[in-house]
């Protein structure tokens, strides 16, 4: 069983940046997804095992990059250019196997949520 554990959220105004971080150990593609009240958990981003292959959601794409560093066991979320509709709690997720997946229930582990709110 992995242990993932998110870090780096907060409170900021719209227009700023935050760096989410997940610690988790293992050969795990890893995604994350976040969750505003009253909604539904949504796909955010996702990488492969290697770092080769990302995928992004259409709200994201251009403001938002996943990346990781397998020598620290660690995946960041960089967010840039942040706004209000972006606040939610963030969570980090792993899967077995190599490729990156954007669906929810293909990934086995989860961490507890980081939160994320932007003011305007």
């Known amino acids: 069983q992995v242990q993932l554990v998110e870090s780096g959220g907060g409170l900021v105004q719209a227009g700023d940046s935050l760096r989410l971080s997940c610690a988790a150990s293992?050969?795990?593609?890893m995604g994350w997804f976040r969750q505003a009240p009253g909604k539904e958990r949504e796909f955010v981003a996702s990488i492969s095992w290697i770092g080769s292959s990302t995928y992004y959601a259409d709200s994201v794409k251009g403001r938002f990059t996943i990346s990781r560093d397998n020598a620290k066991s660690t995946v960041y979320l960089q967010m840039n250019s942040l706004k209000p509709e972006d606040t939610a709690a963030y969570y980090c997720a792993a899967r077995s196997g190599g490729n990156a997946a954007l669906i929810e229930f293909e990934y086995e582990y989860w961490g507890q949520g980081t939160q994320v709110t932007v003011s305007s």
């Open positions: 293992g050969r795990y593609s």
